[in-house]
C-alpha cells in the first residue's frame, strides 16, 4: 500500500496582515489541497492553532473582521512590555478548545525564542493557548511568556517562517506563507510601530533565503495594509485568497509531481513495513 504524501505548510509571522492566511486556507479547502500539519509562528501560529483546533474559518474571518484591537490590548506599565496579552490569550484558549497539542484535529508546532537561551523553542505539547501567547510576544510590545523557567518572545526574532519546524513533524512538501515586512513602510508613528518595524527588517533578513527551502513559497502583496489594526482585516484575507488562487495551478502541479516521485522511490524500495 502506497503512502500519502504528507503535506506540511508553514505559517509565518506579521502582526494582523497575517490575517492573510485565513483567506489562503479558505482556498486549500475549497480545493481540496490536503494540509497535514502545521508549524506557526505569531501570527502564523495564531491562525494555526485555530485551523487545527477544527474551528470554522468562517466564523475566524467574521470574528476577525468585527472585532477591535482595543479589546484585545490590556496595557500595563511598560516594565516588559507595554500590553500584558491576557485578553488575547484568553481568546485563543477559547477558539482552540482549550485543547492540547496533542488533542488537536491536525498536528501543530509553534515555534518560539527562548530569550535567556538564544534559541528557537518548538512547542508541540501541553496547552496550545499558552505557547501561541510565548510566539506572539513581539519583543516591548507584548510581556514576554514565562514558562519552564525562562522567558519566551515572538518565534518571529529568529524564525519568522517556521518551515524547519514543519519538516521536523515529517512533512515531504511544504508550503511556506511569508506575510512579514520585505519592503520599507510610507511612514512610522509611534514607539509600537518604530518596535514592529525594526524588529521586521532584522527577520527578513533572516528569512529572504530560508523560504527558498519550500516546495512553494506564499507571499502576499500587504505593503499598504495597516498591521497593527484590524480595520483592514477584510481585504486582508481577500489578499490572500486572491493569491492562493492564482498559485493554485502552481501548486497543484508540484503537488502532483512530488506524489510521482514518491509513488516511483516506492515501487522501487517496496512499501516501507
Not at 221 to 236: G, H, K, M, R, V
Request: aromatic letters at 4%; charged letters at 25%; a negative charge.
Amino acid at each position: 500500500m502506497q503512502e500519502e504524501l504528507k503535506v506540511g505548510l508553514a505559517l509565518g509571522s506579521g502582526a494582523f496582515r497575517g490575517l492573510s492566511q485565513i483567506g489562503i486556507l479558505e482556498v486549500f479547502e475549497e480545493n481540496h489541497i490536503p494540509i497535514h500539519m502545521v508549524s506557526g509562528c505569531s501570527i502564523g501560529a495564531v491562525v494555526g492553532s485555530i485551523y487545527c483546533a477544527g474551528a470554522d474559518l468562517k466564523y475566524v474571518k467574521g470574528l476577525a473582521c468585527t472585532l477591535d484591537v482595543k479589546q484585545l490590548a490590556d496595557v500595563t506599565l511598560p516594565r516588559e512590555g507595554l500590553i500584558k496579552g491576557e485578553k488575547i490569550e484568553t481568546l485563543i484558549a477559547m477558539l482552540t478548545k482549550h485543547q492540547n497539542f496533542e488533542d488537536l484535529k491536525i498536528p501543530l508546532s509553534v515555534v518560539a525564542c527562548d530569550l535567556l537561551k538564544a534559541e528557537v523553542k518548538t512547542f508541540n505539547t501541553g496547552k496550545v493557548h499558552r505557547a501561541v501567547r510565548a510566539s506572539l510576544s513581539i519583543p516591548g510590545v507584548f510581556m514576554p511568556v514565562k514558562m519552564d523557567g525562562t522567558l519566551y518572545v515572538d518565534g518571529g526574532v529568529m524564525d519568522r517562517v517556521p518551515i524547519k519546524a514543519v519538516r521536523d513533524m515529517g512533512a515531504e512538501f511544504i508550503i511556506a506563507v511569508d506575510v512579514g515586512f520585505r519592503g520599507a513602510p510610507k511612514s512610522v508613528n509611534g514607539i509600537v510601530e518604530t518596535l514592529i518595524v525594526s524588529m521586521g527588517i532584522m527577520e527578513w533578513q533572516l528569512v529572504r533565503n530560508r523560504i527558498l527551502d519550500a516546495d512553494v513559497a506564499m507571499m502576499p502583496e500587504l505593503n499598504d495594509i495597516n498591521p497593527y489594526t484590524l480595520t483592514q482585516a477584510e481585504e486582508c484575507i481577500e489578499r490572500g485568497r486572491k493569491l492562493a488562487a492564482a498559485m493554485l495551478p502552481e501548486i497543484q502541479a508540484k503537488l502532483e509531481k512530488a506524489r510521482e516521485e514518491k509513488r516511483e522511490r516506492q515501487t522501487i524500495t517496496g512499501p516501507l513495513m
